[in-house]
C-alpha cells in the first residue's frame, strides 16, 4: 500500500498540506491528495483486511486511508469494531475529521450510546471525534435539546477540543438557535469556546444579519 501511495505522490501538496498538520512531521506525510485517497478506499474496500490489521501506520497519508476505508463499511458492528481499534492511533485533526462511516445515517440509537462514551474519555481526538458525530447527527431530525449540554460536561485545555466544541455550538446555532442562543446568553460555556463559538457563527452563512449583530453583542 505505501508503493502505491508514493505513486500518488504531490510534493507541492505535501508542502502545503504539511502547514495544516503543525503537529506531524512533514517527513511523515507523503502527500497525496484527498481524491486519490478515495479512489484508493473504493478500490479495496472489499480487500483491506491486512491493511486495516497493520496498526499503527508510519505515514499520515497511511492513516487518512484507514479512515476512508473504515468509512466504506456497511456493516454497523463491523465499523464500530474497526474504528474503535483505529480511534487510539489517531493522532491529528484531519485524520478524526475525514474519518464519517457512511453506515452511521442507519444506526443512530446505537451510535449515541457510542459518542457518549467517546466523550467521556481522556483521549484528545476519541473526544474530538465524538463531539464531531454529535454534531454530524444529531442537530437535525435527530435532534433534542438535552444533547447540547453533553459538550458541556467536557474540561480540557486541548486545541483540539475546544475548537470542535465551538464548531459544534457554532453549527447548532444556525440549527437550533433558539434553544443553542440561550447558552450564550447564560454564559454556560467556557470564555474561549463562548467567544471562539461567536466568531465561527459569525462567519457563517447560515446566520442571519440580525443573529451576527446580536451574537457580537454576547461576546465575553
Not at 446568553?185 to 470564555?191: A, G, H, V
Amino acid at each position: 500500500m505505501q508503493e502505491e501511495l508514493f505513486k500518488l505522490q504531490d510534493k507541492n501538496y505535501k508542502e502545503f498540506h504539511s502547514k495544516l498538520i503543525p503537529n506531524i512531521k512533514e517527513d511523515l506525510i507523503i502527500g497525496v491528495r484527498v481524491p486519490e485517497l478515495r479512489k484508493l478506499a473504493k478500490k479495496y474496500k472489499d480487500n483491506s483486511s491486512y491493511f486495516l490489521n497493520n496498526l499503527p501506520h508510519k505515514y499520515y497519508d497511511e492513516n487518512v486511508l484507514h479512515g476512508l476505508l473504515i468509512s466504506e463499511i456497511k456493516d454497523y458492528n463491523k465499523c464500530i469494531y474497526e474504528l474503535e481499534r483505529f480511534l487510539p492511533y489517531i493522532d491529528n485533526w484531519a485524520v478524526c475529521d475525514m474519518t464519517n462511516p457512511k453506515v452511521f445515517k442507519k444506526h443512530k440509537e446505537e451510535l449515541l450510546i457510542k459518542i457518549k462514551e467517546w466523550i467521556n474519555t481522556k483521549d484528545t481526538y476519541t473526544i474530538r471525534y465524538g463531539i464531531r458525530m454529535l454534531m454530524n447527527y444529531y442537530l437535525d431530525e435527530d435532534y433534542k435539546k438535552e444533547y447540547l449540554n453533553l459538550p458541556l460536561k467536557i474540561k480540557s485545555n486541548e486545541y483540539y477540543i475546544n475548537m470542535m466544541i465551538a464548531w459544534y455550538y457554532a453549527t447548532a446555532l444556525a440549527k437550533q438557535y433558539e434553544d443553542t442562543i440561550k447558552l450564550l446568553e447564560t454564559k454556560k460555556l467556557s470564555p474561549w469556546i463562548h467567544n471562539k463559538t461567536i466568531q465561527k457563527a459569525r462567519e457563517s452563512y447560515r446566520i442571519t444579519k440580525e443573529q451576527k449583530d446580536y451574537l457580537q453583542t454576547l461576546k465575553i
